[in-house]
């Protein structure tokens, strides 16, 4: 009797379109060390700050993570770049996002200077709190490759941050009132940025994504304190020119370092048209030490007795989060609501839940193949601020603008910032 015909040993499952599993397997072992292992690092708290920010992302509170549904994701969640129909590409992407303060200068700039005539440290501490922020930054070009699950970027960002902050108090002798004594927080910096996403599926229901990246920045970061600015008058130097972080930058000296981000999402089986799916990143991985663990992407020397490194750092940062995405009659709905540094490493004091909520929502007409609309109204809410803003990709265009609020502070409302943002560039 013939035998029983051999059954066809079970087909592998899809990596991206043509992937062998071993790609799926290799990132998923790699997402399961950084998991287990990046839990050790400690860096100050206040604004989180990413590497080239997307417009989407910025008017839609920061819920980016689980989303995964167009090129937006990348510094969010690499893993996203896995799921896209088609692939896009962007060059030149010019965006420039102004605190209120910059842009009523830039609509009044002779009014905005008077302010500044003949300031002393007396009248400078009546600004302790206030803050002048501009940040320009062109992606050029993000190019995503959809059916290999891949994407690649470069860009650059160049940011200005100027607040004035307490270093103590001191009595004038001449009225006998307690002044606080003002110092500076000068940041300024410009990054280039290149990346690359290498990205698998299993199935329909699970993906995973790893962004090796490198950052080259010239900048610094540093607290000019009120010795420095006022000279003589407190037993100082009125001078930056001895500094040394200000000599390095004037030299041009630049900071080189690779860091790495990591994502996985899943899609949930039930409601495919809500197509219900969670996300989780773990990103700017930027080293590990025996004493630490893992930790961020630093640049420069780290000051820890002052709080604030030199030259800057983006923070170690897990996230997790949410979203659905039901279309109707050509209109996509999405909402999305992520839980940003769930392990505390970056909002270590931080006790309100709101601090780390983000929460997005997007109404797209016309979503196309690779995760765009061609018209979006967009809202969110970041640590308890609100967001909102349009979006229109038509034709080889993308041109957005809108406004947001970040908490720059340790607590809710502790001090909000709010910025404009625009841009104007080219898709396809």
């Known amino acids: 009797m013939p035998g029983k015909p051999k059954q066809k040993p079970p087909k592998p499952p899809e990596v991206g379109n043509s992937t062998p599993a071993r790609r799926f397997i290799i990132l998923l072992s790699l997402f399961a060390l950084l998991f287990t292992a990046a839990w050790c690092d400690t860096v100050p708290a206040r604004e989180i700050r990413r590497s080239i920010q ?18 937006s994701t990348l510094f969010y969640n690499p893993a996203g770049i896995a799921r896209l129909g088609e692939g ?18 830039s609509t009044n700039p002779s009014d905005a200077l008077s302010k500044f005539e003949g300031i002393d440290m007396f009248t400078m501490s009546d600004m302790v709190g206030t803050s002048v922020f501009a940040q ?23 940011l200005a941050n100027i607040e004035v902050i307490k270093q103590g108090e001191l009595t004038n002798p001449l009225d ?45 970061d540093k607290i000019i304190d009120a010795e420095t600015l006022f000279g003589a008058a407190l037993g100082g130097e009125a001078s930056l020119i001895n500094d040394s972080d200000y000599q390095a ?17 899943i899609t949930l089986p039930w409601a495919s048209n809500w197509r219900p799916r969670i ?83 997007e109404i797209g007409i016309g ?8 018209f979006s109204f967009l809202a969110g809410w970041n640590a308890g601020h609100t967001s909102a ?5 038509v034709w080889i265009f993308e041109i957005g603008m809108g406004r947001f609020t970040v908490e720059k502070g340790y607590k809710v409302d502790d001090d909000p910032d709010s910025r404009r943002v625009f841009l104007f560039g080219f898709r396809w």
Do not use: C
């Not at 896009?88 to 200068?105: C, H, K, N, Q």
């Open 54 to 71: 997307f417009i989407r992302p910025l008017l839609m509170g920061g819920a980016q993570v689980a989303l995964g549904d167009e090129a």
């Open 88 to 105: 896009s590409v962007e060059i030149f992407t010019p965006m420039l996002v102004l605190d209120e303060r910059v842009f009523g200068a």
């Open 136 to 158: 320009f930054n062109m992606r050029s070009p993000v190019i995503t490759d959809a059916k290999r699950g891949n994407a690649y970027i470069v860009g650059a960002e160049m």
């Open 176 to 220: 006998g009132l307690t002044y606080d004594v003002p110092a500076l927080h000068l940041e300024f910096y410009t990054d280039y940025t290149a990346a690359y996403v290498y990205t698998a599926k299993w199935g329909s229901g699970i993906s995973l994504g790893i962004m090796p990246k490198s950052v080259s920045r010239l900048g610094i």
């Open 249 to 265: 930058m004037m030299m041009g000296m630049t900071y080189h370092v690779p860091g790495l981000d990591a994502g996985l999402i």
């Open 279 to 361: 996300g989780y990143s773990i990103l700017n991985i930027g080293g590990y030490s025996k004493d630490e663990g893992f930790y961020g992407m630093r640049f420069g020397k780290i000051r820890r007795s002052t709080g604030i490194p030199v030259a800057g750092e983006l923070p170690l940062l897990h996230t997790v989060g949410i979203a659905v995405s039901p279309t109707y009659n050509f209109i996509r709905y999405t909402a999305a609501l992520d839980i940003v540094d769930v392990t505390r490493q970056v909002l270590e004091n931080e006790k309100h839940w709101t601090v780390r909520t983000r929460a997005g929502l």
């Open 367 to 374: 979503p196309e193949e690779d995760g765009a609309a061609l």
């Open 389 to 393: 803003g349009v979006l229109s990709r």
